[in-house]
């Protein structure tokens, strides 16, 4: 009964819409249109849905469009779809990589792949899953419902009047590693992606200047190395630093995620005791 998330990776800049828009780009070369209004490219989008929809079970589809005032048909095989959808699929490649390194493991201890979302039921999807994962994916369950079924399971646990609540728990991860801006805009990590939650982790850091009486915190969420490259969580200032030579004072920063992913970031100078915090709730969505 226990479920217990090992790693959690994706490319947040990629989904189903991906392949509509490269075969969008194709049929649009076809009609010797290298510019056109949003009323006609969606047009065409929506072309390209019904043609990757058509194709999921036939090995070719018609397209017919009227573009300014022309009647425009096309027909367009499975083969030639998938060579222009490849490459999107090289980018889900990497993630799945990601997470099963991440995860400190192989293909071989993968046991099931279950496959989520529309694009999931395009045969090249599929074989894709198949051939990274050495293994026919699972697609019994509809995969359009997959994620509002796992939900609505996880709320009925959290609510603490189900009968589940005593035979499920879901251990999860932190998607994204926990960090704080240091001198040069360089983002040093304290709790790095990945960790269990519950997670507790703290890093010692010293002033910069002579008698600094305050010193600015930064929180930062991502994988970059650059503060710019990062998602901003919040800042907040201790202030009250005792009057000492640069890098004598010690402040210690204590990062703390609980379980429902809230985090509390805490900083304390050791000779006052000074201390200030601040608790970061999700703003971001899910």
């Known amino acids: 009964g226990v479920f217990q998330v090992k790693s959690t990776a994706g490319d947040t800049q990629l989904g189903g819409d991906d392949f509509d828009h490269a075969l969008s780009r194709i ?69 799945c990589e990601q997470a099963l390194n991440d995860a400190g493991m192989t293909h071989s201890d993968i046991d099931d792949v279950v496959l989520v979302g529309g694009s999931t039921r395009m045969p090249l999807v599929r074989d894709f899953a ?15 419902e997959v994620v509002a079924i796992g939900a609505a399971i996880q709320a ?77 969580l919040a800042q907040f200032s201790l202030d009250g630093l005792p009057n000492l030579p640069a890098g004598v004072p010690r402040i210690n920063v204590v990062f703390t995620v609980d379980a429902n992913g809230l985090l509390q970031v805490e900083a304390t100078e050791e000779f006052t005791g000074t201390q200030a915090a601040i608790t970061v709730t999700p703003a971001h969505g899910l």
Request: with cysteine; hydrophobic share 40%; proline share 4%.
């Open 130 to 144: 198949k051939t990274f994962f050495h293994k026919e994916p699972h697609v019994d369950l509809n995969p359009d």
């Open 27 to 95: 049929l649009l070369q076809q009609f010797g249109l290298t510019t056109v209004d949003s009323q006609i490219y969606r047009q065409v989008i929506n072309a390209a849905k019904s043609a990757k929809h058509q194709l999921t079970d036939n090995e070719s589809a018609d397209i017919s469009l009227n573009i300014q005032g022309q009647e425009v048909d096309i027909n367009i095989d499975r083969a030639t779809a998938h060579a222009i959808w490849s490459p999107i699929l090289q980018r889900t490649q990497v993630a």
């Open 156 to 232: 009925d646990v959290l609510t603490g009047n189900s009968e589940l609540a005593e035979d499920i728990l879901l251990l999860d991860v932190l998607p994204l590693s926990l960090g704080i801006e240091i001198m040069g805009g360089i983002v040093e990590r304290i709790i790095p992606r990945c960790t269990p939650i519950p997670a507790s982790a703290s890093q010692r850091f010293t002033t910069h200047v002579d008698a600094q009486q305050s010193m600015k915190l930064h929180v930062l969420q991502g994988e970059r190395e650059l503060v710019n490259d990062n998602r901003s």
